[in-house]
């Protein structure tokens, strides 16, 4: 049975032929730019994604980092505006880690050093990049490792304390 005419089949074959005169004009444009040089441009696109998800992995792992760590997920929009100017060493030199963590604070400390270490390499990235969007996740990595370490330190701190504590409370 045939089926019934739309009221605008005519409008339909005109705007499928539009759509072929458009994939036809692209296709072409297409074709110009990979015979001028334009296949560098996707390479450089591709490249520079891929640079992204380097650091939104990285990123990632310190906000699990942060979480397993009883932190917040992000640090701080404060510290992290505070950051811009500051490069990873830096921050990091908020203080001293202890070169031998006390009891906990070992693992407290390590995590420290992660979170410092993929912030080196995330803003190391986002020299590479040069854009906006990379340099707010490396100030926000700088901003995780300075926590980090102040966390290290405190830590560290609280302990060597304790131990005084205990050492008088023995001797009394």
Same mark, same amino acid.
Request: net charge negative; with cysteine.
């Given at each position: =049975?045939?089926?019934?005419? &739309?009221?605008?089949?005519? *409008?339909?074959?005109?705007?499928?032929? @539009?759509?072929?005169?458009?994939?036809? /004009?692209?296709?072409?444009?297409?074709?110009?730019?990979?015979?001028?040089?334009?296949?560098?441009?996707?390479?450089?696109? *591709?490249? #520079?994604?891929?640079?992204?998800?380097?650091?939104?992995?990285?990123?990632? #792992?310190? $906000?699990?980092?942060?979480?397993?760590?009883? =932190? *917040?997920?992000?640090?701080?929009?404060? #510290?992290? !505006?505070? =950051?811009?100017? !500051?490069?990873? +060493?830096?921050?990091? $030199?908020?203080?001293?880690?202890?070169?031998?963590? $006390?009891?906990?604070?070992?693992?407290?400390?390590?995590?420290? &050093?992660?979170?410092?270490?993929?912030?080196?390499?995330?803003?190391?990235?986002?020299?590479?990049? /040069? &854009?906006?969007?990379?340099?707010?996740?490396?100030? +926000?990595?700088?901003? +995780?490792?300075?926590?980090?370490?102040? $966390?290290?330190?405190?830590? &560290?701190?609280? @302990? @060597?304390?304790?131990?005084? #504590?205990?050492?008088?409370?023995?001797?009394?």
């Amino acid at each position: =049975m045939p089926r019934p005419r &739309d009221r605008g089949e005519g *409008h339909g074959r005109a705007r499928g032929a @539009a759509v072929v005169v458009a994939a036809l /004009a692209v296709g072409a444009a297409s074709g110009w730019l990979l015979a001028c040089g334009g296949a560098a441009a996707p390479r450089a696109w *591709h490249d #520079q994604q891929g640079r992204r998800n380097e650091i939104t992995v990285l990123w990632a #792992q310190i $906000r699990e980092w942060r979480r397993e760590a009883g =932190m *917040h997920v992000e640090p701080d929009a404060a #510290q992290v !505006m505070a =950051m811009s100017r !500051m490069s990873v +060493s830096s921050a990091a $030199r908020t203080c001293v880690p202890p070169s031998a963590p $006390r009891g906990a604070c070992g693992d407290v400390c390590s995590l420290g &050093d992660a979170i410092c270490d993929n912030a080196e390499s995330i803003c190391s990235i986002a020299d590479e990049l /040069a &854009d906006a969007w990379a340099r707010e996740k490396c100030d +926000s990595a700088k901003a +995780s490792c300075r926590e980090a370490r102040e $966390r290290c330190c405190r830590c &560290d701190h609280e @302990a @060597a304390e304790a131990e005084e #504590q205990a050492a008088a409370e023995a001797a009394t």
